[in-house]
Protein backbone atom coordinates (compact mmCIF):
# COMPACT_ATOMS: atom_id res chain seq x y z
CA UNK A 1 0.00 0.00 0.00
CA UNK A 2 2.68 2.32 1.46
CA UNK A 3 4.74 1.64 -2.42
CA UNK A 4 1.34 2.15 -4.30
CA UNK A 5 0.85 5.83 -2.53
CA UNK A 6 4.85 6.86 -3.13
CA UNK A 7 4.06 6.04 -6.95
CA UNK A 8 1.35 7.61 -7.22
CA UNK A 9 3.40 10.70 -5.80
CA UNK A 10 6.35 10.48 -8.15
CA UNK A 11 3.76 10.19 -11.00
CA UNK A 12 1.87 13.54 -9.72
CA UNK A 13 5.32 15.22 -9.57
CA UNK A 14 6.42 14.06 -13.12
CA UNK A 15 3.02 15.45 -15.32
CA UNK A 16 3.76 18.82 -12.94
CA UNK A 17 6.61 18.96 -14.28
CA UNK A 18 6.40 17.24 -17.42
CA UNK A 19 5.80 21.13 -19.37
CA UNK A 20 9.20 22.43 -17.94
CA UNK A 21 11.01 19.66 -18.87
CA UNK A 22 9.38 19.77 -22.21
CA UNK A 23 9.96 23.49 -22.54
CA UNK A 24 13.83 23.52 -21.26
CA UNK A 25 14.46 20.65 -23.89
CA UNK A 26 12.57 22.52 -26.94
CA UNK A 27 14.52 26.03 -26.23
CA UNK A 28 17.42 25.30 -24.08
CA UNK A 29 18.96 25.97 -20.53
CA UNK A 30 19.26 29.46 -22.07
CA UNK A 31 15.51 30.65 -20.26
CA UNK A 32 16.39 30.13 -16.93
CA UNK A 33 19.52 32.54 -17.64
CA UNK A 34 17.72 35.01 -19.34
CA UNK A 35 15.27 34.96 -16.11
CA UNK A 36 18.47 34.88 -13.84
CA UNK A 37 19.50 38.64 -15.49
CA UNK A 38 16.17 39.62 -15.23
CA UNK A 39 15.54 38.43 -11.52
CA UNK A 40 18.84 40.22 -10.34
CA UNK A 41 18.80 42.92 -8.02
CA UNK A 42 19.53 46.49 -8.69
CA UNK A 43 19.81 49.88 -6.17
CA UNK A 44 17.16 52.32 -6.87
CA UNK A 45 16.02 55.73 -4.75
CA UNK A 46 12.13 55.78 -4.58
CA UNK A 47 11.77 59.39 -4.37
CA UNK A 48 14.65 62.66 -3.63
CA UNK A 49 16.54 61.94 -0.40
CA UNK A 50 14.57 58.58 -0.17
CA UNK A 51 16.95 56.18 1.38
CA UNK A 52 18.22 53.51 -1.07
CA UNK A 53 16.83 50.01 -1.49
CA UNK A 54 17.26 47.01 -3.59
CA UNK A 55 14.58 45.74 -5.37
CA UNK A 56 14.28 42.89 -9.00
CA UNK A 57 15.05 44.75 -12.15
CA UNK A 58 12.09 43.38 -13.28
CA UNK A 59 10.18 45.55 -10.51
CA UNK A 60 11.88 48.55 -11.43
CA UNK A 61 11.81 48.48 -15.15
CA UNK A 62 7.97 47.33 -15.25
CA UNK A 63 7.62 50.22 -13.07
CA UNK A 64 9.36 52.87 -15.20
CA UNK A 65 7.14 51.07 -18.04
CA UNK A 66 4.26 52.03 -15.57
CA UNK A 67 4.71 55.49 -15.65
CA UNK A 68 5.93 56.12 -19.22
CA UNK A 69 3.81 54.49 -21.36
CA UNK A 70 0.26 53.93 -21.46
CA UNK A 71 -1.19 50.40 -20.98
CA UNK A 72 -3.71 50.57 -23.02
CA UNK A 73 -1.29 50.46 -26.03
CA UNK A 74 -0.59 47.99 -28.31
CA UNK A 75 1.11 44.45 -27.49
CA UNK A 76 4.01 45.06 -29.28
CA UNK A 77 4.49 48.59 -29.02
CA UNK A 78 4.78 47.32 -25.39
CA UNK A 79 7.05 45.21 -26.23
CA UNK A 80 9.61 47.53 -27.99
CA UNK A 81 9.03 49.63 -24.83
CA UNK A 82 9.92 46.75 -22.82
CA UNK A 83 13.27 45.89 -24.69
CA UNK A 84 14.15 50.32 -24.83
CA UNK A 85 13.39 50.43 -20.77
CA UNK A 86 15.52 47.00 -20.29
CA UNK A 87 18.23 48.71 -22.39
CA UNK A 88 18.88 51.75 -20.75
CA UNK A 89 19.18 50.07 -17.71
CA UNK A 90 21.44 47.34 -18.72
CA UNK A 91 23.46 50.04 -20.71
CA UNK A 92 23.62 51.82 -16.92
CA UNK A 93 24.46 48.54 -15.28
CA UNK A 94 27.57 48.36 -17.87
CA UNK A 95 28.76 51.53 -17.77
CA UNK A 96 28.72 52.22 -14.07
CA UNK A 97 28.80 48.51 -12.70
CA UNK A 98 26.74 47.10 -9.87
CA UNK A 99 26.93 49.76 -7.69
CA UNK A 100 24.89 52.18 -9.41
CA UNK A 101 22.05 53.82 -7.84
CA UNK A 102 18.90 54.31 -10.43
CA UNK A 103 16.57 57.23 -9.29
CA UNK A 104 14.48 57.80 -12.57
CA UNK A 105 10.73 57.49 -11.67
CA UNK A 106 8.80 54.83 -11.36
CA UNK A 107 6.04 53.99 -10.10
CA UNK A 108 4.81 50.78 -7.27
CA UNK A 109 2.37 48.58 -7.04
CA UNK A 110 0.33 51.32 -5.30
CA UNK A 111 0.79 53.92 -7.49
CA UNK A 112 -0.53 51.82 -10.03
CA UNK A 113 -4.05 50.99 -8.40
CA UNK A 114 -3.49 54.91 -7.48
CA UNK A 115 -3.80 55.42 -11.36
CA UNK A 116 -5.69 52.99 -12.85
CA UNK A 117 -8.01 52.02 -10.37
CA UNK A 118 -9.98 48.69 -11.29
CA UNK A 119 -7.80 48.03 -14.02
CA UNK A 120 -4.73 48.06 -12.44
CA UNK A 121 -4.18 44.23 -12.47
CA UNK A 122 -4.84 44.12 -15.95
CA UNK A 123 -2.68 46.64 -16.70
CA UNK A 124 0.12 45.29 -14.98
CA UNK A 125 -0.53 42.09 -16.28
CA UNK A 126 -0.09 43.17 -19.71
CA UNK A 127 3.24 45.26 -18.92
CA UNK A 128 4.55 42.01 -17.29
CA UNK A 129 3.88 39.87 -20.34
CA UNK A 130 5.55 42.15 -22.46
CA UNK A 131 8.70 42.20 -20.33
CA UNK A 132 8.41 38.16 -19.66
CA UNK A 133 7.96 38.00 -23.83
CA UNK A 134 11.20 39.70 -24.25
CA UNK A 135 12.96 38.00 -21.66
CA UNK A 136 16.65 39.29 -21.53
CA UNK A 137 16.46 41.36 -24.95
CA UNK A 138 18.19 44.42 -25.24
CA UNK A 139 19.22 46.95 -28.00
CA UNK A 140 22.72 46.34 -29.14
CA UNK A 141 25.40 48.51 -31.56
CA UNK A 142 28.32 46.96 -32.15
CA UNK A 143 27.96 44.30 -29.46
CA UNK A 144 27.16 47.52 -26.98
CA UNK A 145 23.77 47.86 -25.02
CA UNK A 146 22.64 51.08 -27.25
CA UNK A 147 21.14 53.93 -26.07
CA UNK A 148 17.53 53.89 -26.37
CA UNK A 149 15.69 56.73 -25.39
CA UNK A 150 11.52 57.04 -25.49
CA UNK A 151 9.12 60.07 -25.56
CA UNK A 152 5.10 60.08 -26.30
CA UNK A 153 4.95 61.83 -29.55
CA UNK A 154 6.85 64.06 -32.26
CA UNK A 155 6.37 66.94 -34.11
CA UNK A 156 6.62 65.04 -37.01
CA UNK A 157 9.72 63.45 -37.14
CA UNK A 158 12.63 62.34 -34.48
CA UNK A 159 15.54 64.24 -33.69
CA UNK A 160 19.40 63.44 -34.87
CA UNK A 161 21.29 62.41 -31.75
CA UNK A 162 24.38 64.00 -33.19
CA UNK A 163 22.79 67.60 -32.79
CA UNK A 164 21.10 66.66 -29.24
CA UNK A 165 23.70 65.17 -27.71
CA UNK A 166 27.01 66.62 -29.52
CA UNK A 167 28.44 63.60 -30.44
CA UNK A 168 29.03 61.11 -33.10
CA UNK A 169 28.68 58.18 -30.72
CA UNK A 170 25.59 57.20 -31.37
CA UNK A 171 25.00 56.59 -35.54
CA UNK A 172 21.60 54.78 -34.59
CA UNK A 173 20.06 58.05 -33.11
CA UNK A 174 19.29 59.19 -36.39
CA UNK A 175 16.04 61.60 -37.51
CA UNK A 176 13.23 59.75 -38.46
CA UNK A 177 9.98 60.54 -40.10
CA UNK A 178 6.88 59.92 -37.70
CA UNK A 179 4.45 61.57 -40.02
CA UNK A 180 1.13 60.14 -38.16
CA UNK A 181 2.20 62.04 -35.00
CA UNK A 182 0.94 64.98 -36.04
CA UNK A 183 -2.66 63.59 -36.55
CA UNK A 184 -2.77 63.17 -32.48
CA UNK A 185 -5.00 65.40 -30.26
CA UNK A 186 -1.85 66.00 -28.54
CA UNK A 187 0.35 67.31 -31.16
CA UNK A 188 -0.57 71.11 -30.20
CA UNK A 189 -0.31 72.76 -26.91
CA UNK A 190 -0.73 76.40 -26.57
CA UNK A 191 0.15 77.93 -22.88
CA UNK A 192 0.48 81.56 -21.82
CA UNK A 193 2.63 83.29 -19.64
CA UNK A 194 2.63 86.84 -17.64
CA UNK A 195 5.63 88.88 -17.06
CA UNK A 196 7.86 86.16 -19.15
CA UNK A 197 10.64 87.48 -21.76
CA UNK A 198 12.38 84.57 -23.55
CA UNK A 199 13.85 84.83 -27.23
CA UNK A 200 15.06 81.22 -28.74
CA UNK A 201 18.36 81.38 -29.82
CA UNK A 202 19.11 78.00 -31.53
CA UNK A 203 16.79 75.17 -33.13
CA UNK A 204 18.25 71.67 -34.46
CA UNK A 205 17.10 70.58 -38.07
CA UNK A 206 13.86 68.98 -36.29
CA UNK A 207 12.52 72.03 -35.19
CA UNK A 208 13.29 71.27 -31.60
CA UNK A 209 14.79 74.70 -29.53
CA UNK A 210 18.64 73.67 -28.69
CA UNK A 211 19.17 77.55 -26.58
CA UNK A 212 16.79 79.84 -24.94
CA UNK A 213 17.55 83.16 -23.89
CA UNK A 214 15.60 83.71 -20.96
CA UNK A 215 15.50 87.69 -19.16
CA UNK A 216 20.20 87.53 -18.95
CA UNK A 217 20.71 84.12 -19.09
CA UNK A 218 20.70 81.44 -21.91
CA UNK A 219 19.44 77.72 -21.03
CA UNK A 220 19.18 74.93 -23.25
CA UNK A 221 15.21 74.06 -24.49
CA UNK A 222 15.06 70.67 -22.45
CA UNK A 223 16.16 73.16 -19.58
CA UNK A 224 13.20 75.74 -20.03
CA UNK A 225 10.93 72.83 -21.34
CA UNK A 226 10.82 71.50 -17.39
CA UNK A 227 11.34 75.02 -15.96
CA UNK A 228 7.96 76.04 -17.61
CA UNK A 229 6.51 72.47 -17.55
CA UNK A 230 5.93 72.24 -20.95
CA UNK A 231 4.95 69.53 -23.28
CA UNK A 232 7.97 69.38 -25.69
CA UNK A 233 11.20 70.96 -26.94
CA UNK A 234 9.77 71.78 -29.93
CA UNK A 235 8.03 75.10 -29.18
CA UNK A 236 7.37 78.71 -30.49
CA UNK A 237 7.30 81.79 -28.71
CA UNK A 238 4.93 84.78 -29.80
CA UNK A 239 4.24 88.62 -27.55
CA UNK A 240 0.20 88.23 -27.15
CA UNK A 241 -1.25 90.94 -25.36
CA UNK A 242 1.69 91.74 -23.17
CA UNK A 243 2.44 88.10 -22.43
CA UNK A 244 4.00 85.58 -24.07
CA UNK A 245 2.32 82.90 -25.34
CA UNK A 246 4.52 79.35 -26.23
CA UNK A 247 2.90 76.91 -28.71
CA UNK A 248 4.55 73.43 -28.15
CA UNK A 249 4.28 70.64 -30.64
CA UNK A 250 4.77 66.60 -29.90
CA UNK A 251 5.01 65.72 -26.16
CA UNK A 252 8.47 64.89 -24.69
CA UNK A 253 12.85 65.35 -25.55
CA UNK A 254 11.84 64.25 -29.37
CA UNK A 255 14.82 61.97 -29.09
CA UNK A 256 14.59 58.14 -29.86
CA UNK A 257 11.42 56.05 -30.10
CA UNK A 258 8.10 58.07 -30.72
CA UNK A 259 5.28 55.89 -28.89
CA UNK A 260 3.16 57.39 -30.33
CA UNK A 261 3.93 56.37 -33.97
CA UNK A 262 5.21 53.01 -32.63
CA UNK A 263 1.53 52.12 -31.51
CA UNK A 264 0.30 53.19 -35.09
CA UNK A 265 3.11 50.52 -36.37
CA UNK A 266 2.05 47.70 -34.25
CA UNK A 267 -1.61 47.92 -35.67
CA UNK A 268 -0.21 47.88 -39.08
CA UNK A 269 0.67 44.60 -38.04
CA UNK A 270 4.76 45.56 -37.27
CA UNK A 271 6.60 43.52 -34.89
CA UNK A 272 8.25 45.26 -32.13
CA UNK A 273 11.57 44.43 -33.82
CA UNK A 274 10.40 45.71 -36.54
CA UNK A 275 9.29 48.71 -34.66
CA UNK A 276 12.86 48.99 -32.54
CA UNK A 277 15.14 48.37 -36.05
CA UNK A 278 12.79 51.60 -37.53
CA UNK A 279 13.78 53.97 -34.29
CA UNK A 280 17.78 53.05 -34.26
CA UNK A 281 18.58 52.17 -37.30
CA UNK A 282 21.86 49.82 -37.33
CA UNK A 283 20.99 47.81 -34.26
CA UNK A 284 20.20 44.13 -33.39
CA UNK A 285 18.34 42.76 -31.09
CA UNK A 286 20.70 40.55 -28.62
CA UNK A 287 20.93 38.49 -25.12
CA UNK A 288 21.94 40.77 -22.23
CA UNK A 289 23.68 37.48 -20.79
CA UNK A 290 25.97 37.91 -24.34
CA UNK A 291 26.69 41.42 -23.93
CA UNK A 292 27.87 40.88 -20.59
CA UNK A 293 29.78 37.75 -20.64
CA UNK A 294 31.69 39.84 -23.66
CA UNK A 295 32.50 42.32 -21.34
CA UNK A 296 33.77 40.49 -18.27
Known sequence: MLDRIKRGVCYIIIILLLPYILTVFLNGSSITTYSHV????????PEKDADVIEIPIEDYCIGVMA?????TYQKETLKAQAVAVRSMTFREIEQSGTSKVFEEDYWDEKQMEDAWGMKSASYRYKLEKAWNDTAGQVVCYENAVALTPYFRLSNGSTRDGKEVLGSDEYPYLKMVECPLDIESK???RTRT??????EVLETDSAGYVLSVKVGEEQVSGEEFR????LDSSCFTLQDYDGKLRITTRGVGHGLGMSQYTADRMAKEGKAYKEILEYFFPGTEIKEVTEILKSTE
Do not use: C, M, Q, W
Request: proline letters at 4%; glycine letters at 4%; hydrophobic letters at 30%.
Open 67 to 71: KSISP
Open 186 to 188: EEL
Open 226 to 229: KAYD
Open 193 to 198: FDDLKA
Open 38 to 45: DGTTIKVR
